[in-house]
């Protein structure tokens, strides 16, 4: 006799989350564009061409930052037909 599998738990969205969690996530994310802008800010201190590498390592931290902060579902992997 076959047995029944109970589905997989769905990911929760931001509304089922508690409020605190989201206002951590954000805090977290401004902390991290801070700090990311103020290092860039002290290496261009420091000498131009590492202000320039630190600005573009920064401008790729703040992109993943604002990737993390969309709540984009996850990519379905495409089916093959065997």
Known sequence: ????IEPPVPP?????????ARVHFRVQQ?????????ATA???SIHALAGIIAA???K???VAVLAAGLNYPAAESPKSDE
């Open 42 to 44: 002290w290496l261009w």
């Open 1 to 4: 006799m076959p047995t029944i």
């Open 30 to 38: 401004i902390g991290i564009c801070v700090l990311a802008l103020g």
């Open 12 to 20: 929760t969205s931001a509304a089922q989350e508690p409020p605190n």
């Open 60 to 62: 790729h931290v703040l």
């Open 56 to 58: 573009i390592v920064a």
